[in-house]
């Protein structure tokens, strides 16, 4: 992977909003597809390492989410009313989507993080983060769905 120094800027596009929202849909999609390889390879009971690279390559792709949702954000915040208007709404959607699970799988890494050593109360405090996140995550995948009927080139 070539260091920050030698990436080249990307191309001036006469759609940015366009492009950043397909940026942020290819995000969203590994991010959502990482999760299920991940959920899959729990049921195979495998190794620490295998599981170990799984997780990592998950939590980069949780990143790279991350980022391209701040990217739509400050790109879309000049872009209103220069992209179809079906195409902005699902664009937004899909952001907010993406804002939430993010927010929300910060929010259950932490509290897993400070409640490592738990006992029962604090185990319903862990999944009921859990849960919301997941739910985060299924609205996630509902406005994927949405913003590739109107872009299924996006892909």
């Known amino acids: 992977?070539?260091?920050?120094?030698?990436?080249?800027?990307?191309?001036?596009?006469?759609?940015?909003?366009?492009?950043?929202a397909d940026a942020l849909y290819r995000a969203a999609h590994e991010s959502c597809h990482q999760h299920g390889r991940l959920q899959r390879v729990l049921g195979h009971?495998?190794?620490?390492?295998?599981?170990?690279g799984v997780a990592e390559v998950v939590d980069l792709c949780d990143r790279l989410l991350a980022d391209a949702t701040t990217r739509?954000?400050?790109?879309?915040?000049?872009?209103?009313?220069?992209?179809?208007?079906?195409?902005?709404?699902?664009?937004?959607?899909?952001w907010m989507a993406s804002?939430?699970?993010?927010?929300?799988?910060?929010?259950?890494?932490?509290?897993?993080?400070?409640?490592?050593k738990h006992g029962a109360e604090q185990l319903n405090e862990i999944n009921v983060e859990f849960e919301l996140e997941m739910s985060a995550r299924l609205a996630l995948k509902q406005a994927l769905g949405a913003y590739h009927k109107l872009r299924p080139e996006a892909s």
């Open 45 to 52: 009971g495998l190794d620490d390492t295998e599981l170990g």
């Open 1 to 20: 992977m070539p260091s920050k120094a030698t990436v080249r800027p990307p191309k001036p596009s006469a759609t940015p909003v366009r492009d950043a």
């Open 72 to 94: 739509y954000e400050s790109t879309a915040a000049a872009g209103r009313g220069k992209v179809d208007e079906d195409l902005w709404h699902a664009a937004n959607a899909l």
């Open 99 to 116: 804002r939430e699970y993010c927010r929300r799988h910060a929010q259950s890494d932490a509290i897993a993080t400070r409640l490592k």
